[in-house]
């Protein structure tokens, strides 16, 4: 009986909370359907009203008039990144059960401000969406700067993802908190070649195999399953639902003129894995990019977290991969190597690259592409 009492008051003191009104927001609110506002990532308009997202690297760009702007989001979206005009990037936080609104700038001298927003983590637990922005009362959004016409696209995993690149230890573990996506090789190499990136990673995923999974793979949820899709979903039952994870990814909304691929590190995870299967997801995820993308270059990545044995056999498997479809006659198929982290001061956390590991790793892969596409 007492059970039922307390849990009768929790029911109650929850009405009484989600009955709970404060004062409208003040300013002028704009929509995410306006017009100015620049998307960049694979992010569902099936609600307009709510553009929805959950792989890292997204970005939301706009120019405003003002003083001030907030920004408008579902409660629990996540971590941004945001940058005002050319001020230090900073961090954004949306954790808190209801909080929806947080102030990006205040004080700003009376004129045309630009924000950049990118969204820092992996999604997949908190189904982000981007909900408007406040700005001053009267004021309106203007034409944005024009996006780089450069195009990358990055295929990865949790080093794509900036998983821990913020931790201060390898034995620590994965927090949100620490995962940055701002700062990967990939956010930075994108910058450094002044191109967009598009973003399709996930920590712990696979050409074939997910980490720790059986030797015989992971059919359900590795990366030749996900590619064609909008966001991720670790399980293939949430595309039946009623969400935008059932949602087939329009390629045509971008055509990236070169896509990087780093996979292969959870495929070798554990010691229990299958290189024939694997050489078969490459080829896999390879035809469907190919497929997809008929005009880009394709440049598949290894190092950072390979080493020894695992490193030289990822290697050989990618080349061999590359060899066999330049003989099939797709001469815009390459390979690239990254070194792998070479001490405890580039790690962050469980094991992964740190910020300054990203950096170096950006410059390696900068100085690739720029003579791969001729982007000086």
């Known amino acids: 009986m007492k059970k039922v009492i307390i849990l009768a008051f929790v029911a109650m003191m929850c009405q009484q909370l989600m009955a709970i009104k404060t004062v409208p927001v003040q300013g002028s609110i704009i929509r995410p359907t306006d017009k100015h506002i620049q998307y960049t ?17 997204v970005q939301i760009i706009a120019a405003f008039e003002g003083t001030s702007l907030r920004m408008m989001a579902k409660p629990q979206s996540g ?32 004129g045309v401000h630009t924000v950049k927003l990118m969204y820092v983590i992996e999604g997949y637990e908190f189904y982000p969406e981007f909900w408007g922005f406040v700005l001053d009362k009267g004021k309106k959004l203007v034409d944005a700067p024009a996006l780089p016409s450069r195009k990358i696209e990055f295929i990865g995993n949790s080093i794509t993802c900036g998983y821990g690149n913020e931790g201060l230890k390898k034995e620590e573990h994965f927090d949100y908190a620490t995962e940055n996506h701002y700062y990967s090789y990939a956010s930075i190499t994108a910058r450094n070649l002044d191109a967009q990136h598009w973003v399709v990673a996930r920590s712990g995923i696979g050409a074939y195999r997910n980490y720790g999974e059986a030797k015989s ?8 399953v996900q590619y064609e899709y909008t966001g991720y979903a670790y399980d293939l039952k949430l595309r039946q639902e009623a969400s935008f994870l059932r949602e087939k990814w329009d390629f045509t909304r971008y055509q990236p003129d070169v896509v990087c691929i780093n996979l292969g590190t959870n ?25 997809h993308n008929p005009q880009a270059k394709i440049v598949f990545l290894s190092g950072s977290m390979l080493y020894n044995k695992e490193l030289q056999q990822v290697k050989q498997l990618l080349d061999g991969v590359v060899a066999e479809a330049r003989k099939a006659g ?8 990254m070194a792998p982290i070479s001490g405890d001061e580039w790690y962050g956390n469980d094991w992964h690259p740190n910020v300054y590991e990203d950096e170096k790793m950006a410059g390696e892969l900068t100085a690739y592409l720029r003579s791969l596409m001729n982007w000086f």
């Open 41 to 57: 990532g694979r992010i569902s308009f099936t609600n307009p009203e709510r553009p929805a997202f959950n792989f890292p690297g």
């Open 79 to 110: 971590y941004f990144m945001a940058q005002i005009d050319k001020a230090e990037p900073f961090k954004v936080a949306f954790r808190g059960e209801r909080d929806s609104v947080v102030t990006l700038a205040t004080a700003l001298a009376d």
């Open 217 to 224: 793979g992971s059919p359900r949820s590795c990366m030749p």
């Open 267 to 291: 495929d070798m995870s554990t010691n229990n894995y299958d290189l024939r299967l694997l050489k078969q997801g490459y080829q896999k995820l390879l035809q469907l990019v190919r497929q």
């Open 330 to 337: 797709d001469a815009e198929v390459y390979r690239f190597d």
